[in-house]
């Protein structure tokens, strides 16, 4: 049996169109659009913690409209550096090995 045979017989999944990834891909911006109106709206009407710290003043960074998305954005980008720095520091494998490092 021929190549082409063998693609003919694959059933077609419907990730498969690239019309439908696109629709996935719009479908996550508008997720994501969507969850940063949400949390726009409600950082404007009130503080998301304010019920742990309700004798303390409101007037800190974290009041700023989303500031934990940043923050978490800030977080994981800084993990990525780190962890890159940790592979190879000053031209010396810290935590990567050769390919072939188990079968010496």
Wanted: charged fraction near 30%.
């Amino acid at each position: 049996m021929s190549k082409k045979q063998e693609k003919a017989k694959e059933s077609k999944y419907w990730l498969d169109e690239p019309a439908n990834v696109k629709r996935v891909i719009k479908g996550f911006y508008f997720l994501c659009a969507l969850i940063i109106l949400i949390d726009l709206i409600f950082s404007l009407g009130w503080h998301k913690h304010a019920a742990f710290a309700e004798e303390l003043s409101l007037h800190s960074i974290e009041t700023l409209p989303a500031f934990y998305g940043l923050y978490g954005f800030v977080a994981c980008v800084g993990l990525v550096y780190v962890s890159k720095w940790m592979r190879d520091w000053k031209g010396k494998k810290i935590l990567m090995r050769e390919e072939d490092y188990w079968e010496k």
